[in-house]
């Protein structure tokens, strides 16, 4: 059974950078067709997207927030990480990894169950 688990601070503040881990069981994070992927919903938003990386590395980033994402992956640990940087109060969401089956995005088969990411100082 293929799971993911969110980790990270619960609260950042204003400038810094936002670091979460997505901890994989149940499958490799290199099997393929496997594309590592984090969203986001802020309140009173719908799902954002927010970047990927895939089974042979290759990562993906939403245009608006491009220039302060990073993705990467740890296949020791069987992982994959989101780094958000210079955030401000709008970041503030519940953050979801999720694996997508496709590559044309939105075959969501399993997700986390979310972690709560509040910017505030």
């Known amino acids: 059974q293929v799971q993911l688990q969110e980790s990270g601070p619960g609260l950042v503040k204003p400038s810094q950078t936002l670091s979460l881990t997505c901890s994989v069981s149940?499958?490799?994070?290199?099997?393929?067709?496997?594309?590592w992927t984090w969203l986001r919903q802020s309140p009173g938003k719908g799902l954002e997207w927010l970047a990927v990386?895939?089974?042979?590395?290759?990562?993906y980033y939403s245009p608006s927030l491009r220039s302060r994402t990073s993705v990467s992956r740890d296949t020791s640990k069987n992982h994959f990480t989101l780094q958000l940087s210079s955030v401000t109060p709008e970041d503030t969401a519940v953050y979801y990894c999720a694996r997508d089956r496709s590559h044309r995005g939105g075959f969501y088969d399993v997700w986390g169950q979310g972690t709560l990411v509040t910017v505030s100082s």
């Open positions: 990386i895939d089974y042979i590395d290759v990562t």
């Open positions: 149940g499958v490799s994070i290199t099997a393929s067709a496997s594309y």
